[in-house]
């Protein structure tokens, strides 16, 4: 009997590999993540649609800003400030600090991206917000393989961009007929949403002293300049700096 044949039946046959997902079964997981979180949205997305058009903005107004900018706080800020005529610089200078926090969050990301050439993550990254940050960097740590699945993130993505700009532009269709939507207490649904995303990321005590030196910050801030959105800088500098100097240090060889 030949070396290389096995002595009996099923002997040295190794199991066969588990077949990778395909990008589509990645991107459908993706999507189904996103169900709890993209069901939050619509409540919110209602509330900004009803505001921007009791503001002066047009139906189709709503969904094209929503649409380009994807940024749910940027876009609160810009509709509670908006006049006729608009103080654009205004706008645009508060928009720009509102989003400063993407900054931070495209960094965190950033290593576990390596793997996607540097066109494809950059358009990616347009559809980044909070939630699918969160969602897509919380997946790459449970499964622990130091990156992240594109296609899981743009599944998830695209499930809460196209419910973002469907839901405010109804809000905004729907606006002048229900008046102040925030009277049904549908403005909660923008911290039942972080409070959800916020238990799936928690890893601890000592691994959140970042995001509460940040929310203390921040609320401080709120209260003694509760013009503009300062807090918003303050609260992620604040947090930064706590992550940077709470890291453990690599011993000196």
Avoid at 155 to 165: D, E, F, I, R
């Amino acid at each position: 009997m030949s070396a290389a044949q096995p002595t009996s039946a099923g002997e040295d046959l190794a199991p066969a590999p588990a077949a990778l997902p395909t990008a589509a079964q990645e991107a459908r997981r993706g999507l189904r993540a996103s169900l709890p979180v993209l069901l939050g949205f619509i409540p919110f997305a209602l509330v900004l649609g009803a505001q921007a058009v009791q503001k002066g903005l047009g139906i189709w107004e709503v969904p094209l800003m929503t649409g380009l900018n994807f940024a749910g706080g940027s876009e609160f800020t810009a509709v509670r400030l908006w006049t006729s005529p608009p103080h654009l610089l205004l706008i645009a200078a508060m928009s720009l600090l509102v989003n400063s926090r993407h900054l931070l969050m495209s960094a965190a990301l950033a290593p576990y991206l390596r793997h996607v050439p540097r066109r494809r993550a950059l358009a990616a990254l347009f559809f980044m917000c909070d939630e699918s940050w969160a969602l897509a960097l919380a997946d790459a740590q449970r499964r622990g393989t130091g990156r992240v699945s594109l296609p899981y993130y743009l599944g998830a993505s695209a499930g809460l961009y196209l419910t973002w700009v469907l839901f405010t532009g109804l809000g905004a269709a729907l606006g002048p007929v229900i008046g102040d939507v925030e009277k049904f207490g549908f403005d909660m649904a923008f911290t039942a949403v972080f409070l959800v995303l916020l238990r799936g990321m928690w890893r601890g005590m000592r691994a959140s002293r970042p995001w509460l030196v940040s929310l203390v910050v921040a609320a401080l801030t709120y209260r003694l300049m509760p013009q503009g959105a300062w807090y918003v800088a303050a609260g992620a500098i604040a947090g930064l700096a706590s992550a940077a100097l709470t890291a453990p240090r690599e011993p000196q060889r």
